[in-house]
Structures are given as structure tokens and as C-alpha cells.
Nanobody, 113 residues
Framework: VQLVESGGGLVQPGGSLRLSCTAS????????MRWYRQAPGKERDLVAIIGSAGYAKDYANSVKGRFTISRDNAKNTVYLEMNSLVPEDTAVYYC???????WGQGTQVTVSS
């Protein structure tokens, strides 16, 4: 049973990335999911939330209008589309299933010129 994130990397300011979080060993479809991020020396912060069906969504103020959370339950995967990236978005990004307290291992996103 695990969550595996992918899609991180180095991107220039203004660029885009799409993160994926794929579950194995269980089915994601019945659960709301979250993305968090943790910058060096800072606490882990909630970035985005999505309901089990994919309709209910919410975002941290710092990413509203730039990030989009989505899911494909047929693929057992949750996504975080990140646009107009700025250096302050640099962090390790984690997906989370709060009801079962499952966490992925994280994927590094670095925004730098």
C-alpha cells in the first residue's frame, strides 16, 4: 500500500509542471485527497484539496489561480497542475490521504533561473 509522487523537477520562473500521485495496493476513488508542500526550514503546508468525486476543490491563497488539482479515479491517480511558477513555490511536494494518514515520499520542485 503506497502513494507515489512523480513529475517534479527544475523549472524556470513562469514555467509549468504537472505532478502525479498514483496509489498502489488500494483504490483512491472513495477518498478525498490533498497535496502539501514543504520548503527548506519551513513547516509542511496544505496546497490543495479535492473531493472523492473530483468536484469539490480548494486551494491555499498562495496558489489560487495558478495551480489546479484533479483526479482520474480510473487511473488511481491525483494530479497537481502548476502554472506561472515562482521561486517561492520551491519545495518538496507530497500527496496525502488524510482519512488513512497515507503519505507519499515526496517529489522535489525547484523554480529557479
Amino acid at each position: 500500500v503506497q502513494l507515489v509522487e512523480s513529475g517534479g523537477g527544475l523549472v524556470q520562473p513562469g514555467g509549468s509542471l504537472r505532478l502525479s500521485c498514483t496509489a498502489s495496493g488500494f483504490t483512491l476513488s472513495r477518498y478525498p485527497m490533498r497535496w502539501y508542500r514543504q520548503a527548506p526550514g519551513k513547516e509542511r503546508d496544505l496546497v490543495a484539496i479535492i473531493g472523492s468525486a473530483g468536484y469539490a476543490k480548494d486551494y491555499a491563497n498562495s496558489v489560487k489561480g495558478r495551480f489546479t488539482i484533479s483526479r482520474d479515479n480510473a487511473k488511481n491517480t491525483v494530479y497537481l497542475e502548476m502554472n506561472s511558477l515562482v521561486p517561492e513555490d520551491t519545495a518538496v511536494y507530497y500527496c496525502n490521504l488524510p482519512q488513512l494518514n497515507y503519505w507519499g515520499q515526496g517529489t522535489q520542485v525547484t523554480v529557479s533561473s
